[in-house]
């Protein structure tokens, strides 16, 4: 109430002064006239009431007290002189304003992605207490793998830990979009699916038990597909839509929030067969969640799963030789995968950069304090308090904060904006990254608390400085050390980590596939049904289109997760005991196949158009498959067995690094596409001098106008991909160590610049006595570096810590890489002495004469 | 004049109470306040206006009273103070806590 009448006299502002004075003049008048009415002279009349009256405008000041908020006039005047004095250093105050700018910008924009990726991933609101369950067979180091319908049945076995369980497996259909053929993605799924995410439809229902017959097509629409195709449209529940040539009728929308799986636009019930509920190892392609138990933490759900394993295991000698786990993971670890150590590496080099940032634009205040020393002093003197300066002080420097801090926030929204853009296996993760007020408060608490952490320092001791002589100086001269210290420190770790990252990752990149990745555009697309002769129609198509060189079809293609992974066996050829099985990867693939990739045929033929779908089965193995298995004979016209039926292998052909730069895969072994068409979807693979992307989507059009296009990539962004988010890290951590780096010379140039500054006096004394312009350079350059060693070693140890969690935890660096060490702390002291030395030489020019009359 | 009061200010606090109570008997302006008090406290109380303006800021600000402008009986034009309910309500609790600290130091004084 009494707030709120304040502030309504206040908004009337002046006219509220002017009453106040008017009615004070009339009181004043009033008091007049009374005294003329009891005899005065006028003149005496106006100097009594002049005499009693007292002071006006003091009355009026009283009174204005009493609805003003003093304590906050003042904090605007300071605001004001803040502003002024910021205005009147343009310099200092971009320098400041724009380190901090990229501190808190660089912070946001990356807490900003840690919040989607593991704080609240894919920004659903029900997802703290959901599990996932996937497998792990230790004798072929497969961990985390997508289970098999028997895991589903257990983990639904388990109502003690969870109170709802749901296996999803994914789908794909084809979908007549206004006449152009999509490919939609969805998924299949058990009816408690929505229950586990603690999802409510946002129209319609969810599945029901009798959505569970077979002949009942029911679908569930996400938000976005029900806004796209039906245009948000209640009625159309009920509706049907069609996907691959099948009517599915419409029961229900999701919200608009429920985004998982990334990219997914329907779900349909999923049916398991009992035998697949019982089969062990096969069909594993399910993903199984579960929701706990109110009161069931994480960690005693996953003691129960592992009871019951190890009962499992004890009573199955089978898997327990193949070492057979189930492993339970929190959802936000399952959506991040490997995300998540390099972001909080890139939070906490953020962080260090924001600290770094700090302390220098702390070392800058501390060096603009020398001069103001006196109008502090003067202040004091005429009344003005400690609190009062401090509080001004530390105004200042919030206000820079502030600045930064709203210039920082921009910053992150741009780097947001544009993060998500790159190109990533999680990128639709990624898509979803946005700054919410959460993240705008964040970023503004940390420009505030930079502000007083920046301030605080020199506001202190500036305050000292000015109330005693100038030996305090020392003080000063202490923090600054510390300020470069700091800096230095942080720098180099910073820079360290970048170069190991870069170093690692050069590596990689030198590694070559085995094929030709330059100018390869590949697609993939759905077969279509009633269409035999189409494979051969689009091959010819490619190759005739206009700047191809020469085009294939393959199912899959390297750098999408690789070949089908399978056994095989060899004909007339046991497996000696203890031998694990012999396991290979297959791709299906055309003629020109092998010279469209560039990769070389060791010996045999290639496989030709006369090996048609009714012709001998044959197909083609890797070098690596040809001497693992067929040392010291010719593989040549040998019958391996692992798709369809015993195939005659008719040729070698060279080794192909297919999933990652750095793994060898395993035996490869290519099959004539046409012989082998169990699948719904191939690639088309095209080397053309121009862009191919078109080119195909034309191609694939004019040859069938219902088969949809998807994932059309080069190859090089395939294999860019899979370098995954190891590129990012390795670019943002150049550029956070090349600004810390900055930072620190900086700092230290300014700090060793000021001392030469001060001591003008001093230097031109010394040189009169007969010191020589070396001796002086030595001096301040020794001064200078002593600061900087010490952060160097402070860095180094911080650096040694900071690899050793790299080496385990993110990529395979050495664990102590020495030169690396070296040669960046030898840039570093390079970079440093030429900040010390810059102002020193300028120190041993000082003309004697004029140093002695400086000041 | 009448003899100056040695200490014009008044008791602390009290001074509130004394508006509230001149406005009670209707609305006046600023000087007619401080000529009522001085003339009915016989002189004894004269109020400064150093003190008068801000207490009357202070009434508006707590909302114990409302200013408008008006023209006074020698047609000039003067803010007019008016006491609101919530003003009246303040003035019985201020007379009800004076009434206890007058009748506490009347038996402080009567004790001996």
Same mark, same amino acid.
């Given at each position: ?126 997802? $703290? ?71 409510? +439809? ?31 449209? +209640? ?6 839509? &069609? ?41 594993? #392609?399910?993903? &199984? ?28 000698? #089978? ?13 936000? &670890? ?149 300020? &470069? ?194 699948? /719904? ?13 078109? /080119? ?105 810590? /900071? ?43 000082? $003309? ?8 | ?112």
């Amino acid at each position: 109430m009494k707030l709120w009448n304040r502030l309504l006299l206040r908004l009337r502002g002046g006219r509220l002064e002017a009453e106040l004075n008017d009615e004070i003049l009339l009181h004043r008048e009033m008091l007049e006239a009374d005294f003329i009415r009891a005899g005065m002279t006028p003149r005496d009349a106006a100097q009594a009431a002049a005499r009693q009256f007292g002071n006006p405008s003091a009355a009026a000041d009283f009174s204005r007290d009493e609805w003003s908020f003093p304590r906050f006039d003042a904090v605007l005047k300071d605001l004001r002189f803040a502003c002024r004095l910021m205005l009147r250093n343009p310099l200092l105050t971009c320098a400041a304003a724009l380190t901090v700018a990229f501190g808190v910008g660089a912070n946001t924009a990356i807490l900003s992605m840690l919040e989607i990726v593991l704080l609240n991933p894919l920004g659903m609101r029900h997802t $703290d207490g959901v599990m996932v369950a996937r497998v792990r067979i230790d004798k072929i180091q497969m961990r985390r793998a997508p289970d098999s319908g028997v895991e589903f049945r257990e983990i639904q076995s388990m109502p003690d830990a969870f109170c709802a369980a749901a296996a999803m497996e994914n789908r794909a259909w084809n979908y007549q979009n206004g006449g152009q053929a999509t490919r939609l993605l969805g998924q299949a799924v058990t009816p408690d699916f929505f229950r586990v995410f603690g999802e409510d +439809p946002a129209l319609g229902r969810f599945f029901a038990p009798e959505d569970r017959q077979e002949d009942q097509h029911s679908v569930v629409l996400a938000y976005a597909m029900w806004q796209s195709q039906f245009g948000g449209d +209640p009625s159309a529940i009920g509706r049907k839509i &069609v996907l691959d040539d099948q009517p599915y009728s419409i029961v229900g929308v999701a919200a608009a929030e429920f985004l998982f799986p990334a990219g997914a636009q329907a779900w349909i019930p999923l049916v398991l067969s009992p035998a697949r509920l019982q089969q062990r190892g096969m069909n594993m #392609d399910l993903a &199984v969640f579960a929701r706990l138990r109110n009161g069931v933490s994480p960690a005693q759900a996953v003691g129960r799963v592992n009871r019951y394993v190890a009962g499992l295991l004890a009573s199955t000698a #089978d898997l327990a030789k193949v070492g057979y786990g189930i492993e339970l993971d929190r959802f936000a &670890v399952y959506v991040a995968g490997d995300l998540r150590g390099p972001l909080w590496l890139l939070w906490a080099a953020a962080l260090v950069v924001l600290l770094t940032g700090c302390a220098n634009v702390a070392g800058l205040l501390l060096t603009r304090s020398a001069s103001r020393r006196r109008e502090i002093a003067i202040r004091l003197s005429v009344g003005a308090t400690r609190w009062q300066i401090v509080r001004q002080l530390l105004l200042e420097s919030l206000l820079l904060g502030m600045a930064g801090g709203v210039a920082g926030l921009c910053m992150a929204k741009l780097a947001v904006s544009l993060l998500t853009r790159v190109s990533l296996p999680g990128r639709q993760l990624l898509a979803l990254v946005s700054l919410n007020h959460r993240l705008l408060l964040y970023g503004v608490a940390l420009a505030m608390i930079s502000g007083l952490l920046f301030g605080l320092v020199p506001a202190l001791q500036l305050l000292r400085e000015s109330q005693t002589s100038a030996m305090v100086r020392s003080r000063r001269r202490r923090f600054q050390d510390a300020f &470069v210290t700091a800096q230095v420190a942080g720098a180099f770790v910073l820079v360290v980590t970048t170069v190991l990252l870069l170093r690692s990752l050069w590596a990689v990149q030198q590694i070559q596939p085995g094929f030709d990745p330059q100018h390869l555009t590949t697609a993939f697309f759905t077969k279509p049904k009633n269409d035999p002769g189409f494979q051969d129609r689009l091959q010819s198509a490619l190759q005739a289109s206009p700047g191809v060189e020469s085009a294939a079809l393959a199912y899959p293609v390297p750098f999408d997760g690789g070949g089908l992974t399978s056994g095989f066996s060899i004909r007339d050829r046991q497996r000696q005991p203890g031998e694990p099985e012999w396991h290979g990867e297959a791709y299906f693939v055309s003629p020109e196949y092998l010279r469209t990739m560039r990769i070389p045929l060791l010996r045999g033929r290639d496989i030709s158009e006369t090996d048609t779908a009714a012709a001998p089965l044959v197909c083609l193995i890797d070098r690596r498959l040809a001497e693992r298995f067929f040392p010291n004979q010719d593989p040549i016209g040998q019958q391996i067995s692992m798709y369809r039926d015993w195939a005659r292998i008719v040729g070698v052909v060279g080794t192909v690094r297919a999933t990652t730069l750095e793994e060898g895969s395993r035996p490869v072994v290519y099959y004539p596409l046409v012989q082998v068409p169990f699948f /719904t979807q191939s690639a088309a693979v095209v080397r053309s001098g121009l862009s191919a992307a078109k /080119t195909i989507r034309e191609a694939v059009r004019r040859t069938n106008g219902s088969v949809p296009v998807f994932d059309v990539r080069t190859m090089q962004e395939r294999i860019g991909e899979s370098l995954g988010i190891r590129r990012i890290l390795a670019a943002l951590l150049s550029v956070f160590g090349g600004i810390s780096l900055l930072l620190a010379t900086i700092g230290l140039y300014g700090v060793i610049a000021q001392v030469v500054s001060e001591r003008t006096q001093e230097i031109g004394i010394r040189m009169t006595l007969g010191a020589q312009p070396a001796q002086i350079v030595a001096q301040f350059a020794r001064q200078g570096l002593r600061a900087g060693l010490f952060g160097l070693a402070l860095g180094a140890v911080a650096a040694v810590y /900071t690899q050793s969690w790299l080496a385990s935890s993110l990529y395979h660096t050495q664990s102590l890489d020495v030169a690396t060490f070296a040669a960046v702390a030898a840039g570093i002291l390079l970079l440093l002495l030429a900040a010390v030395w810059w102002p020193s030489r300028k120190a041993s020019k000082i $003309d004697p004469q004029a140093a002695l009359r400086y000041e | 004049m009448g003899t100056p009061n040695p200490n014009p200010e008044i008791l602390k606090g009290t001074l509130d109470m004394l508006v509230l109570k001149t406005l009670a008997r209707g609305p006046n302006h600023g000087y007619g306040i401080a000529q009522h008090i001085r003339r009915v406290s016989e002189e004894a109380f004269r109020v400064g206006e150093g003190s008068l303006y801000p207490a009357l800021q202070r009434l508006l600000v707590n909302g114990w009273a409302q200013a408008e402008w008006a023209v006074t009986e020698t047609n000039r034009k003067a803010r007019v103070y008016k006491l609101t309910p919530a003003g009246r309500r303040r003035l019985a609790e201020e007379v009800r806590e004076f009434d206890f600290l007058l009748a506490a130091i009347a038996r402080v004084m009567e004790s001996v």
